[in-house]
């Protein structure tokens, strides 16, 4: 599978935006789906995951309460809403795709769980 993610930009703290990943090549329903985030000298940490279904999601303890994660198999598009961001938030934000067999409710939080990445967008929170 082949991910594009965009949506990155500029914004003000406690402001909005909305990342999107574009998934080509494969099923997209087959697929675990996670976001993950790096900042220069920083390893790329976990920020959100949802299962192949949509129905369970999880999201570090960073981002709890702020950010949605979401998915829509129709059009093999996952999102990452985020509100309420702050300059902390900044960082390129990847997403990232794992075939699931069997579970449809199965969630993957680990960097090592993924085999495909997108190239990242950037989101730039200004205080």
């Known amino acids: 599978v082949q991910l594009q993610a965009s949506g990155g930009g500029l914004v003000q703290a406690g402001g909005s935006l909305r990342l999107s990943c574009a998934a080509s090549?494969?099923?997209?329903?087959?697929?675990?789906m996670g976001w993950f985030r790096q900042t220069p000298g920083k390893e790329r940490e976990f920020v959100a995951a949802?299962?192949?279904?949509?129905?369970?999601?999880y999201y570090a303890d960073s981002v709890k309460g702020r950010f949605t994660i979401a998915r829509d198999n129709a059009k093999s598009t996952l999102y990452l809403a985020m509100n309420s961001l702050k300059p902390e938030d900044t960082a390129v934000y990847y997403c990232?795709?794992?075939?699931?067999?069997?579970?449809?409710?199965?969630?993957?939080?680990?960097?090592?769980?993924?085999?495909?990445w997108g190239q990242g967008t950037l989101v730039t929170v200004s205080s």
């Open positions: 090549g494969r099923t997209f329903s087959s697929y675990a």
């Open positions: 949802v299962s192949r279904s949509g129905g369970t999601r």
């Open positions: 990232a795709a794992d075939m699931v067999f069997k579970s449809t409710e199965l969630v993957k939080t680990r960097l090592d769980e993924y085999a495909n």
